[in-house]
């Protein structure tokens, strides 16, 4: 047989030590610890984090050992202004993230005001039912007559487009209707009174009937009311309310304004800004409230033409009998301020076509 050598062994092996594991061995016996990287000095090493430690119910721990755990691992010391804030939860130290600053609120948008409505507190006093009846006005509380049966429907197309003209944002204006004619004695003012009459009966709607003829007023007599301060005086005088100038009356919703004193210059002070303001101080805060303006004869004086400007509709009147076709064309070239221009054609006793409007009470002649 071929005569096999044994590996030789270490000279003398060292003795064994009593519950040496198999790596220490290995490790001391091959020096391999000259193969482990040099220490880390003590002041380098991180500080090793500390967990919390749950103990169990039945597990008894001395009160110095409880204390010393729940102390903080680091030691707290000031800190600088720029560092950020540094949070201590029990043992864990816990750096807080720089917190956004917050973002402002929206402020809320500031409740826009509601408009007060004016309103008249003058003395009220009785319109002359005898005196209407006589002058073949409609009379309030009385029976239905073909002439209120007529500007029934005359009063309906009027707030038909004031209500569109609103809703176009016109504003004010829109609650303003001019009422004159070409030359006088054609019923402008019969159609004033009778139009401001009609449209008081209305449930929702308030009328103001302002005489803007300054030179020959005449709404106050028609109606049987005392004289008083009106809208020329208004527009004279800086300091005077308009609003004080209105009379009331005894018809539910029929509110009156005199023309005032005639001055020399009364188609200049209808020119100035302060036109507006007064006008606008009428209607202030009332949208329900419509106003009609007498005003002069278009051909004759010139306020007419003025008040066209602050106006949402005009209505022209006509006398069948009387007014001519080129007057008419005149007149609606004077008032071409307004944006809407009607024709009611007044004193008509036969009709071609055989229409005859308020008829059906038996009035209609």
Known sequence: MTEQTKIPLPD???????????????????????????????????PKARHRRYRRADEVVDEAQAVEAEEPAVATKPIESSAPEVVVCEVIDVVAAPQAAPVPARAAKAPVPAVCKVEFSGARHPVNRNHLRDQGLIVPESAVTAVLEEFRIVKRQLLFNADQLSQQGMGAPAQRVLVCSP???EGKSFTSVNLALAIAAEKETEVLLVDADFAKPSVLSMLGLPGGPGLMDALVDPDLDPVSCVIGTDVPGLWVMPAGNATASDSEYLSSSRTKDVLDRLVEGAPNRFVIF???PALAASPAAELAKYVGQAVVVARADKTGQGALEDAISLLSACPNIQLLLNAVHFSPS????????????
Not at 354 to 365: A, I, K, L, N, Q
């Open 12 to 46: 003398a092996e060292p003795a064994r030590k009593p519950g040496a594991t198999l790596i220490e061995r290995v490790v001391r016996n091959y020096d391999l610890v000259q193969l482990a990287p040099p220490p880390i000095p003590d002041n380098l090493m991180p």
């Open 183 to 185: 030359h006088p004695g």
């Open 294 to 296: 007498d005003s002069p």
């Open 354 to 365: 055989g229409r005859r409007f308020g008829s059906y009470y038996g009035y209609g002649g």
